[in-house]
């Protein structure tokens, strides 16, 4: 099964726990390294894969991206707030987003970079699924990293 279906049937599973996830007190993100693998696709079809690693360290998620020989890194800071919301931070503080945890998920967004990104915890691996840009620019990935 691709990692794309995979996914997508782990988010229905997990649209089924909506009731013991807002009573959960272990929301994610989970503290590790993760190691794996992307792929992504544009509004104008094309599409292609990089691998990925992430370093989670309580609210704070470093992550680098490897594709075509060059490697792209990008640091944020989930600083959360009651009732599982979150406000989304760059490397200086600034706050350039907002989003909510809930059970093993987290989703967030930052508007200024039209990004949209969800996070799961599970069994071990962080998978995440997301969107940045508008228009013939938009792209969409779907990402499946395991904890080492």
């Given at each position: 099964m691709s990692t794309f279906l995979k996914t997508a049937a782990l988010s229905i599973a997990l649209a089924t726990l909506t009731g013991s996830a807002l009573a959960s007190n272990d929301p994610a993100p989970k503290d590790g390294a993760y190691r794996g693998k992307g792929s992504?696709?544009?509004?104008?079809?094309?599409?292609?894969?990089?691998?990925?690693?992430?370093?989670?360290?309580?609210?704070?998620?470093?992550?680098s991206y490897s594709y075509n020989g060059q490697t792209q890194s990008f640091v944020v800071k989930l600083?959360?707030?009651?009732?599982?919301?979150?406000?989304?931070?760059?490397?200086?503080?600034?706050?350039?987003?907002t989003g909510y945890c809930i059970f093993i998920q987290c989703h967030y967004e930052v508007p200024?970079?039209?990004?949209?990104?969800?996070l799961t915890f599970w069994e071990g691996h962080l998978y995440r699924l997301g969107s940045k840009g508008k228009g013939a620019n938009r792209v969409m990935w779907i990402e499946?990293?395991?904890?080492e």
């Amino acid at each position: 099964m691709s990692t794309f279906l995979k996914t997508a049937a782990l988010s229905i599973a997990l649209a089924t726990l909506t009731g013991s996830a807002l009573a959960s007190n272990d929301p994610a993100p989970k503290d590790g390294a993760y190691r794996g693998k992307g792929s992504w696709k544009s509004a104008d079809q094309q599409e292609g894969s990089y691998t990925v690693q992430a370093d989670v360290t309580g609210d704070t998620i470093a992550s680098s991206y490897s594709y075509n020989g060059q490697t792209q890194s990008f640091v944020v800071k989930l600083d959360r707030k009651p009732n599982g919301f979150l406000v989304v931070r760059d490397v200086e503080g600034k706050k350039i987003g907002t989003g909510y945890c809930i059970f093993i998920q987290c989703h967030y967004e930052v508007p200024s970079s039209h990004l949209e990104e969800t996070l799961t915890f599970w069994e071990g691996h962080l998978y995440r699924l997301g969107s940045k840009g508008k228009g013939a620019n938009r792209v969409m990935w779907i990402e499946d990293l395991k904890a080492e």
